[in-house]
């Protein structure tokens, strides 16, 4: 079965800290992305990748960096922290090509202080 | 881009009905509707999709249904069970992107 894991679950971070939320799956899957979910806004598209190296904007990238050092690792950066920022972050891979199903990890909670 | 519209943010059903979750889109060009399930504490899994070349698609107790022309789409869940309580997400795909509504918390009362 398809795995993404997500580390660390929870994370509590002061204002203006950098702080690095790593996602790692097992799919082989070429394609992967970071989302954040907030209460009334549903899933936000922060960056996503096409695989090693590659790294696109999603529809709300600012005060974020993502890198995609490997097929399997893909992390979201935050250089500076805010409280706008405190949130769930979700994980997902899938493999492109004709097939579009996303396979989410756990999620992260993160609360900036 | 692409923007979806989830339009019950809440809904409440008596075990053994049925329950709605509609959802609009707005990029005439979309073509792959998917419904992902949220749990409590857990990450969205896949639940069911549909493609623009068909109109009605059905996987056990679960149907979509899909309006072209009213950019309009619709997850039916019959014979509701308490297992079904979750968050549901419908999304569309845009370009190599899914966009997700804002998610229905559905409860399945006893």
């Known amino acids: 079965e398809a795995a993404v894991t997500q580390s660390p679950r929870n994370k509590v971070a002061v204002t203006g800290g950098k702080v690095t939320l790593s996602c790692n799956q097992t799919n082989n899957h070429n394609n992967m992305y970071w989302y954040r979910q907030d209460t009334g806004h549903g899933l936000r598209l922060i960056h996503y990748s096409y695989g090693a190296g590659s790294t696109e904007k999603g529809d709300i990238p600012d005060g974020y960096k993502a890198s995609r050092p490997s097929q399997e690792n893909f992390s979201l950066i935050l250089e500076l922290a805010t409280p706008s920022q405190t949130s769930v972050y979700f994980c997902a891979s899938g493999s492109g090509g004709g097939s579009y199903e996303q396979y989410f990890g756990p999620g992260t909670r993160l609360t900036v202080l | 881009g692409e923007k979806v519209e989830q339009h019950e943010s809440t809904l409440s059903v008596r075990e053994g009905d049925s329950a709605v979750i509609n959802c609009t889109y707005t990029?005439?060009?979309?073509?792959?509707f998917p419904w992902y399930k949220q749990e409590a504490g857990k990450g969205l899994h896949f639940v069911i999709d549909i493609r623009s070349n068909v109109d009605r698609k059905q996987s056990q107790r679960l149907i979509v249904l899909l309006d072209k022309k009213a950019k309009r789409f619709s997850l039916h869940i019959t014979a509701t069970q308490p297992e079904d309580s979750a968050i549901y997400f419908c999304?569309?795909?845009?370009?190599?992107?899914?966009?997700f509504g804002s998610g229905t918390k559905l409860t399945v009362e006893p």
């Open positions: 999304a569309a795909k845009g370009y190599n992107v899914l966009y």
């Open positions: 990029d005439t060009a979309s073509s792959y």
